[in-house]
């Protein structure tokens, strides 16, 4: 499956942004570095976008976000956080 997905977005010239969802409330996995590192492979731009911080308390996001960067290795910005329960982050992912 993964040489089938690498292949497939290697064809895909007309990609001009890969978006990665990760769960906030979950340290981020093998299986999600491996994503992040075939697509910085492929030299697609990225958008990591943590989901269901509608989840947690308010005073929780800040150090689950933390975990997430750490985790992933992302420059500062990144991730995006959004809910799509109250539509959080919505709109800064479309701009």
């Known amino acids: 499956v993964e040489d089938a997905a690498e292949r497939y977005l290697e064809k895909r010239k007309e990609l001009s942004l890969g978006v990665l969802l990760v769960d906030i409330r979950r340290e981020p996995s093998d299986d999600d570095r491996a994503v992040l590192a ?48 109250t539509g959080e982050g919505i709109s800064t992912i479309w701009r």
Do not use: F, M, W
């Open 38 to 85: 075939a697509l910085y492979d492929l030299n697609i731009p990225l958008l990591i976008v943590a989901t269901k911080v509608d989840k947690l308390a308010k005073n929780d996001i800040e150090s689950s976000l933390e975990v997430v960067q750490r985790g992933l290795g992302l420059p500062p910005g990144q991730p995006l956080c959004v809910s799509s329960v």
